[in-house]
Every structure is written in structure tokens, then in C-alpha cells.
């Protein structure tokens, strides 16, 4: 693999890290805000993985135009609407995810995960 | 011009319904609402799944937009049996459930309930009728979220948190499906599930391939709760009022294991999962450990609502069996238990519903003696217990016979054995409850109780007399689950 290649997928390395950095949040982080913002991170690298997928190099937004030349190379639109479908999930799950961490705090005083477990094994 | 618009019709009544809800102010009025849409919904089901056993398969394309390009709705023999069952414990559920609400949600959150409810349900129904792969995504999105909503609801302060941990869960495996689905798309451009299985072809070896399916499965496992994916369910399950308990551990990892059974048989094909992957071998040796690790836990729980969430757990491992075991009778026996664990523990915890209105607790402690003051309710425990066991004439053995027949046909001894000796547990654990039941000295809870009301005894009854009949009658479940297994195998060349 060589140099260009490797810059080339450029998109995909970034993913991969985004991945993984989201991730690890969610397993390794007690504080419940930080697992949400891990989750969020998560979801936002296949977001770019999908919009990656539907570019390609000079390809232009798929619109039909008189003077188009006939080689002319179109990007597809539908991954970009796929994902705005998912953003709309991702706003979703967080929002609820967030109310219910204002429940958790009301009702716990703390948005520490091991805080909260130790109240439990008390009561 | 109604009948020819039912696929859609199924899923579009109850998510209309849903928002609705929210303005109808009045308590009484909005139950009455979601109850009526929960019967036509599960009228509309039926009428399409007798539709669907006259004619064939019917496809129906969403405004009229051909199928590769646009969405297409899929009414087989499997989707409509799914539908039906999911539509008809919704409403049994749905009718039960005024007291045990007012007992057990906050009155100010009521209005909410109902519209979560048709969303979830409605959710469920999309991602069985859908044949295209993103809207399965989106669906269980919708039903996810929904019933992270419905679980929060619960009266314990730890609702919220176990809810909050299966969003975690949950949201991970939606996104691993995403992650799934992206590429796929990738490698055949297409979301169609029919025209995706014939892109996929009989290409086996690509890396890509491989990947998706990867994440598509672990996804889904952890939908479904197979062993060790299983953590957030014991919590969510039990810190949820008693109806929504009913109603997701009846349906939700049912339907998961639906898209699953879809993925691995409509698009993948048998022969790249089981004979190229060996996914079988993974699946069995999960699903086998998975019943004996999650029932030796219901042994020793002292809540009943945390003790039929681990027993469910050991029970999805049974539909995993006959899914893996890649033939005809094993299939079969996966889609029937389906079926009858959905009816099972439906009917269960529509029996711990009761308790918990009656005795304000779900402990073990404190429901000794309750046979006395609550003898039909107990009575129902027992029935439905020897449901889940598998003992003969009840649903519970009529599948897990399936399943034994299967594994012998197949020469997996070593299964068959290990599902005879797991049965025992669940003897084990059924037995404890009814020891407490009928053979203890009454606590003082239990001696000021009195009958569970008629409003909720019937639709309990309801679910649990269907376990005997089930366990008789089998042509409408075995009957169509053969069916369905036979065009899913026949599907895939």
C-alpha cells in the first residue's frame, strides 16, 4: 500500500478512529453525560462513513443540466439521505437520553454510574 | 381498495394513532383509543395473515414506486405470523392494563403510556413487514426508543437508570446494523432485501461481506439479549411497570429475532452463514450456555419480575438453537418458539401484574402464601409455569419436542442431552414459586389481599388458556411456521 493510497482513504482512517474513540468512552466512562457524548461520537463516524460512500472524486451533485458533458461523473445522493434519517435518530436518542439523565439526577443527586450503584446497594 | 392497501395499512394505523393520542386529554378517552386501534390493528393483521395463506406472498410498493428503487412491503407466511401474534398480545395487554397503570405509573404520566405504546407496537410491525434493509433501521428505532421511554415510566428510581442502560446497549446495536447496512450497500447498491440477496449471490468470500454480516449479527444479538449480550435485560425488565414488561418481553426480542432470521436466511443465505462461517458452531455453543448460565440465575432470584427476565434469556437461547441448526424441523421449532414464549411469558407476566397491583410487591418473600387469598391468579402462575417447563399439552412442549426431534434428526446428541437437563432448571426455578405460593404460612401482606380484578384475571386467562390450547391445537402455529421455514429454506439456493 502505497503513500497516495494510504491518503486516499483518508475518510475511512478518520471513521475508524472516530470509531474507536466513541467507543471506548461508552465502555470506559462512569459519568453518564460522557457515555452519551461517547455515543454520539459513535454514531457520528458511520454517519461519515455513509457520506463517504457516496462521493466520488469530480462527481457533482446528480442533477441533469443541458450543458452537462457526457462523461459527466454524479455522486449519489441516497447514502446523504440515509444519514439525515439517522442524524435525526441520533438527535432523538440523545435527547432522551439526556432527560433521562436529569430524571437520574433528581432522583440520585449524582450522574456518577458508580455513585448511583453504591446508593442502590445501600438502600 | 381497503383490502389491497393492508401491508401498509398495519403499520400506518397505530403510528397515526400514536400523536393522537396526546391530544385526546381525557384519560379514559385515549385508552378507549388505543385500545380500539390495538384490535383493529391485530383484526387487520389476522385479516392479512388469512390473505397472505390464501394467495401467496404479497408485495405492496409504497406509493407506487417500483421495488428496487422504492420501499417495498413484504407480507410472507413468516412476517404475518410474527405480525399476528405481536398485534394480538399488544391488545390482550392493552385491555388488561387501566388498573395495573393506575397502580403503578404516575397519573400525570399516563397520557404518555398510550401514545409510546402504538409507537412501539407500530415499530415492531414495520420491522417485519418491511423488505427493504434501512426501513428495518428506522423501525427499530422507533420501537426502541419507544420502549426506553415505556421502561422509564416504572415507579422505582432505578427505572430511569435501567432504561438508560439499555438506550446504551440498545443504541449500540442499532448502529452496528447501521454500520451493517452502509456496507452492504456498498457492495450492491441496492437496500431492496430481495434484490440485495440476488447482488450478494454466491459470492462468498468478500472481506466486506464478512464484516457486515459481523456487525449485522453481534447488532442484533444484543437486541435479542443472546448470552453474554444479555446485561441490560434484567433491569429494564424488571424496573418497568408490569404491562410494559408484558408487552416487550412478549414481543420486542421476539421481532429481534425475526430481523435476524431475515438476515441470515433472506439475505445472506444459510450456506455463507452456517456452512462457509461456522456461525452455527458460535451460536449453539452461546444459546447452550446462555440457558444454563441465565436459568441457574432465575433459580436464585428473590424478585419474580427479575426471575421470568432471566428465564427469558435462557429462552431465546432455544430459538437460536433451532435457528442454527440450519434445517427444515429446526427452523420450525425456532419460529414456534417464538410463538408460544411470546404467549408464555406474555401470560406470566400479566400473572406478576396482578401480584404487583394486589400486594404493591413482586418479592418472593412477599408473596408467600398468596394461593390462599389469590387462588386464580395463583392458579394461573402454575399453568403458565408449566408452559415455560414444556411439560406435554402446554405450547412450551409442543416447541421444545420440535426442537429435541430436530437436534436428534441431526445427530447432535450432546444438544438434545443439554436441552433435556436445562428443562430441569426452569422445573427448578417455576417450582420454587409455586412451593411459596401454596406451601407457605401466609405473610401479612398476603392475608389483607384480596382476588386480582376480573378486568385483569380475563385477559391473563386469556394467554394462559391459549398456552393449553396451543399445546393441542397446533395447525395455526406449527402449521404456519412450517410453511415459513419451508419458503425461507427453499428461498435460498
Not at chain 1, 462512569?30 to 469530480?58: C, D, H, P, W
Not at chain 1, 445522493?77 to 436529569?102: D, R
Not at chain 2, 433472506?266 to 444459546?287: R, Y
Request: glycine share 8%.
Amino acid at each position: 500500500m502505497d503513500i497516495s493510497s494510504v491518503l486516499g482513504l483518508f475518510n475511512y482512517w478518520i471513521v475508524i478512529v472516530l470509531m474507536m474513540t466513541g467507543f471506548y468512552i461508552v465502555i470506559a466512562r462512569g459519568n453518564l453525560i460522557k457515555t452519551v457524548i461517547g455515543l454520539n461520537i459513535f454514531q457520528i463516524s458511520v454517519f461519515l462513513l455513509y457520506i463517504t460512500m457516496g462521493r466520488m472524486e469530480a462527481g457533482t451533485a446528480p442533477i441533469i443540466q443541458k450543458t452537462a458533458e457526457v462523461d459527466q461523473a454524479y455522486s449519489n445522493p441516497l447514502p446523504s439521505v440515509l444519514i439525515l434519517t439517522a442524524i435525526v435518530v441520533g438527535v432523538a436518542t440523545t435527547a432522551l437520553a439526556l432527560a433521562l439523565i436529569v430524571r437520574i439526577r433528581e432522583d440520585y443527586g449524582s450522574i456518577e454510574e458508580d455513585d448511583i450503584l453504591a446508593l442502590d446497594r445501600e438502600s | 381498495m381497503i383490502e389491497q392497501h393492508l401491508p401498509v395499512l398495519v403499520v400506518i394505523v397505530p403510528l397515526i394513532a400514536a400523536p393522537l393520542c396526546v391530544f385526546l386529554f381525557n384519560r379514559t378517552l385515549v385508552y378507549l383509543f388505543a385500545l380500539a386501534t390495538c384490535w383493529a390493528t391485530f383484526g387487520l393483521s389476522l385479516f392479512l395473515l388469512a390473505k397472505v395463506l390464501q394467495t401467496g406472498p404479497i408485495s405492496y410498493e409504497l406509493g407506487n414506486w417500483p421495488a428496487p428503487y422504492g420501499i417495498e412491503y413484504v407480507a410472507d407466511y413468516l412476517s404475518t405470523f410474527v405480525m399476528s401474534f405481536v398485534t394480538g398480545i399488544a391488545a390482550v395487554v392493552l385491555t388488561y392494563a387501566p388498573r395495573s397503570l393506575n397502580e403503578e405509573v404516575d397519573p400525570s404520566r399516563h397520557y404518555l403510556v398510550h401514545p409510546m405504546y402504538l409507537l412501539c407496537l407500530s415499530g415492531l410491525l414495520g420491522i417485519c413487514i418491511t423488505g427493504d434493509l434501512f426501513n428495518v433501521f428506522v423501525f427499530l428505532e422507533i420501537s426502541s426508543l419507544s420502549s426506553y421511554a415505556l421502561i422509564s415510566l416504572g415507579r422505582s428510581r432505578r427505572a430511569p437508570l435501567a432504561a438508560f442502560q439499555y438506550l446504551v446497549m440498545g443504541t449500540i446495536g442499532a448502529t452496528f446494523l447501521l454500520i451493517g447496512i452502509g456496507l452492504l450497500y456498498q457492495l450492491t447498491g441496492t437496500l431492496n432485501m430481495a434484490d440485495m440477496a440476488t447482488q450478494l449471490g454466491d459470492d462468498h468470500g468478500s472481506r466486506t461481506m464478512l464484516v457486515a454480516f459481523a456487525f449485522m449479527t453481534v447488532g442484533l444479538c444484543i437486541k435479542m439479549a443472546v448470552f453474554p449480550l444479555h446485561t441490560w435485560l434484567p433491569n429494564a425488565y424488571t424496573y418497568a411497570p408490569s404491562i410494559v414488561t408484558a408487552f416487550i418481553a412478549a414481543t420486542a426480542t421476539k421481532v429481534s429475532v425475526y430481523a435476524f432470521i431475515r438476515i441470515v436466511y433472506s439475505i445472506f443465505t444459510p450456506q455463507f452463514a452456517f456452512d462457509v462461517h461456522g456461525l452455527d458452531v458460535f451460536l449453539t455453543a452461546f444459546a447452550l450456555i446462555g440457558i444454563f448460565v441465565a436459568s441457574t440465575a432465575a433459580i436464585y432470584q428473590v424478585n419474580l419480575k427479575r426471575l421470568l427476565a432471566y428465564s427469558s434469556i435462557a429462552q431465546v437461547g432455544y430459538m437460536l438453537l433451532g435457528i442454527s441448526m440450519n434445517n427444515q424441523d429446526g427452523l420450525t421449532s425456532g419460529i414456534v418458539h417464538m410463538f408460544n414464549h411470546a404467549v408464555i411469558k406474555g401470560g406470566l407476566f400479566l400473572v406478576v401484574g396482578c401480584f404487583a397491583l394486589r400486594l404493591s410487591s413482586v418479592r418472593l418473600e412477599d408473596l408467600r402464601g398468596a394461593s390462599r387469598t389469590m387462588p386464580w391468579t395463583s392458579f394461573a402462575w402454575v399453568l403458565g409455569g408449566l408452559g415455560l417447563i414444556g411439560v406435554p399439552l402446554t405450547a412450551g412442549f409442543v416447541s421444545k419436542w420440535l426442537l429435541l426431534t430436530a437436534a436428534l434428526d441431526n445427530a447432535s446428541y450432546l444438544v438434545a442431552g443439554l436441552m433435556l437437563l436445562s428443562s430441569l432448571l426452569a422445573v427448578v426455578y417455576v417450582w420454587r414459586v409455586v412451593e411459596i405460593l401454596y406451601f407457605s404460612e401466609p405473610s401479612e401482606a398476603v392475608k389483607s389481599s384480596r382476588e386480582a380484578p376480573w378486568s385483569m384475571l380475563v385477559p391473563t386467562y386469556l394467554l394462559i388458556i391459549g398456552i393449553l390450547v396451543f399445546g393441542v391445537w397446533t395447525s395455526y402455529s406449527v402449521g404456519i411456521a412450517s410453511q415459513a421455514a419451508q419458503a425461507l429454506l427453499g428461498g435460498s439456493p
